[in-house]
Nanobody, 118 residues
C-alpha cells in the first residue's frame, strides 16, 4: 500500500514537498515514481528513483523537483520548487516491483492535489 500526502495550494514560485509512505521496505521496490494528471490530460511521468537511489526526471521538472528516499521511514519524497501553474495536477506515487515480481507489478497511491496559482 502507498499513502501519498503533502499536496496543497501554493502561489507560483513557491514550494511543496510530497511524501509517499510505503507499507513495505522501499529497498525491495524496483522503482518508486511520481506521476501527475492535470484536468483533461493523461497521466504523465514526473520523477522516479530506483532501489539503489538513482533518480530520473521528466524534462519539464528537471532543476526544479528533487526526488529522494527516507529508507528508515520507507518513504519517498518529492521536493517541488519554483512551482508553475502548469504543475497543477493530482500527483500519484507508484511502486514498480519489477518484471520478475508476481502480479500485480504496479501499485498506486491515492493521489494528492497540487494547485499552483498565478
Amino acid at each position: 500500500q502507498l499513502q501519498a500526502s503533502g499536496g496543497g495550494l501554493v502561489q507560483a514560485g513557491g514550494s511543496l514537498r510530497l511524501s509517499c509512505a510505503a507499507s513495505r521496505n522501499i529497498r525491495d521496490i524496483n522503482v518508486m515514481g511520481w506521476y501527475r494528471q492535470a484536468p483533461g490530460k493523461q497521466r504523465e511521468f514526473v520523477a522516479s528513483i530506483t532501489s539503489v537511489g538513482i533518480p530520473n526526471y521528466a524534462d519539464s521538472v528537471k532543476g526544479r523537483f528533487t526526488i529522494s528516499r527516507d529508507t528508515a521511514e520507507n518513504t519517498v519524497l518529492l521536493q517541488m520548487n519554483s512551482l508553475k501553474p502548469e504543475d497543477t495536477a493530482i500527483y500519484y506515487c507508484r511502486a514498480d516491483l519489477g518484471p520478475w515480481a508476481s502480479p500485480p507489478r504496479y501499485s498506486w497511491g491515492q493521489g494528492t492535489l497540487v494547485t499552483v496559482s498565478s
